[in-house]
């Protein structure tokens, strides 16, 4: 597991820290994340069932997206996909493989709980407000992050603008990650750019038509 993904695990697992050990302190004390894995399993299922009505009605706004690491006859379960709503399409040509690196501009957060509405935000490639045009996308290989997250990243075209929801099952699992365990993720992500090694048959064209060297480029466009 690499640096981005060890980091994220170690952010979780402090949070849960936090939110438990606060939570026990008192009977009359409202728990942050109860029945966490309940929690969880009913939050994906029903966001499942809400986006497949949608993309079966035509909605070009959702996307379910099939783990990279499964196939059409394995992926049996709501909990084999990722869900993805489409804040805003970009422009760039072609999709980062697996093999690639990528930068971005992310945010990631738990599912709502008593404090967080919202859902908790436990990581982020920028400090303070988001402003694009100083922030500094965070930049890392697409096998080095949860299946989930590089599951979408192979989907992404430059420009895109998503938000991701991924089941604990593509993310960091259940007790094999103490504290990270059955964690839904949400992650906002705009694909900024990708780095490919080049050869013979990856060589990627940007959309001006411009082919990388064979050493390989970041590609933005």
């Known amino acids: 597991m690499k640096k981005f993904s060890i980091y994220i695990l170690y952010v ?7 939110g438990l050990s606060s939570c026990s302190e008192t009977d009359n004390e409202t728990e942050e994340y109860p029945d966490w894995k309940n929690a969880n399993d009913q939050y994906f299922s029903k ?5 497949k009505s949608l993309v079966d009605g035509g909605s070009t706004e959702w996307k379910i997206l099939r783990s990279w690491s499964l196939t059409e006859t394995t992926a049996t379960h709501s909990y084999d996909h990722v869900l993805v ?7 760039g040509s072609g999709c980062p493989l ?9 945010q990631g957060r738990l599912i709502p709980s008593v404090s967080y509405p919202d859902g908790y935000v436990f990581d982020k490639s920028w400090k303070g407000d988001f402003n694009e045009a100083t922030a500094v996308p965070s930049k ?7 299946v989930g997250f590089s599951t979408a990243l192979q989907y992404m075209h430059i420009g895109d603008k998503w938000r991701v ?10 007790l094999s990650t103490p504290g990270a365990a059955y964690s ?3 992650f906002d992500v705009e694909l ?7 050869s013979a048959t990856t060589r990627q064209a940007s959309e001006s038509g411009n082919w990388g060297e064979p050493k390989g480029q970041w590609i933005y466009q």
Not at 47 to 51: M, P
């Open 165 to 174: 929801y991924i089941p604990y099952q593509l993310g960091y699992g259940s």
């Open 98 to 106: 697996y093999t690639d690196s990528v930068e971005v501009h992310y």
């Open 192 to 198: 900024v750019a990708y780095y490919r090694a080049n």
């Open 85 to 91: 709503n489409v804040m805003e399409n970009g422009t």
């Open 47 to 51: 966001k499942y069932t809400e986006v």
């Open 184 to 186: 839904t993720l949400i």
């Open 140 to 146: 890392f290989a697409v096998k080095g992050v949860v």
């Open 12 to 18: 979780l697992v402090a949070v849960f820290a936090a």
